[in-house]
Every structure is written in C-alpha cells, then in structure tokens.
C-alpha cells in the first residue's frame, strides 16, 4: 500500500503563488506515475497535470498551462506543483495521486490511471 499525502495549500490572493507538495511512501517511488487533481464544490473532478517516471514527460491541463509547472524529487519521494497567477477558478481541493501504469499523455490523464491517492490539500483563491 502507497500512502500519499499532499501539503501547502492555503488562501491567496488573485494572481498570487502557490507551491503544494506531494510525498508517497513507495519503497520504488521513482516507479509511479504522479498526477495532480482538482475537484471544485458542484464539479466533477479534473486533471491538473502529470510527470513521468523519470520526469521527461509532463502534462497539463489547458487551463493551466504556462501557469502551473509540476516537478519531481525521487530522492526524496516528492512531486511538487508550483502553481503561479492564480485566478479564482483554481479554487479547488487538489489531490495528487500514484500510477503503476506506463505513462501516456492520453492515460493519466484520467483518474482511474491512479491506484492511489491523497486526501486533498484545500487551495482558495480570492478575488
């Protein structure tokens, strides 16, 4: 079992920075796939991005790239989500979850890619 456990979200202001982080407790964390997650009150949940194994591939959602940049430490089993010019529609709980699966754009791109995940880290963003 892969415990995963994210931290740093908080209250900013629009157009201000955030950093969340993601720590898994996989003895081979550098074999997972990593993805962040947002669900919004009343919305189904959404893809935010995705880092290969290696951290040669990533993948973001439309609407947050060139925003948002995810990142990975395998040393220290940690994927890291610098989220930049905030607007009040990132306002979400974020999750970040862990994939065994080979990476593909298209796959982990959908949530039942990811066998594990965390229990979310709340990000507000006022206006």
């Known amino acids: 079992q892969v415990q995963v456990v994210e931290s740093g979200g908080g209250l900013v202001q629009a157009g201000g920075s955030l950093r969340l982080s993601c720590t898994a407790s996989?003895?081979?964390?550098?074999?997972?796939?990593m993805g962040w997650f947002r669900q919004a009150p009343g919305k189904e949940r959404e893809f935010v991005a995705a880092?290969?194994?290696?951290?040669?591939?990533?993948d973001y959602a439309d609407s947050v790239k060139g925003r948002f940049t995810i990142s990975r430490d395998n040393a220290e089993n940690t994927v890291i989500l610098q989220m930049n010019s905030l607007k009040p529609e990132d306002t979400a709980l974020y999750y970040c979850?862990?994939?065994?699966?080979?990476?593909?754009?298209?796959?982990?791109?959908?949530?039942?890619?990811?066998?594990?995940w965390g229990q979310g880290t709340q990000v507000t963003v006022s206006s």
């Open positions: 996989a003895r081979t964390y550098s074999n997972y796939v």
């Open positions: 880092v290969s194994r290696s951290a040669i591939e990533t």
């Open positions: 979850a862990a994939s065994t699966s080979t990476y593909s754009s298209y796959r982990h791109a959908y949530g039942d890619a990811y066998s594990f």
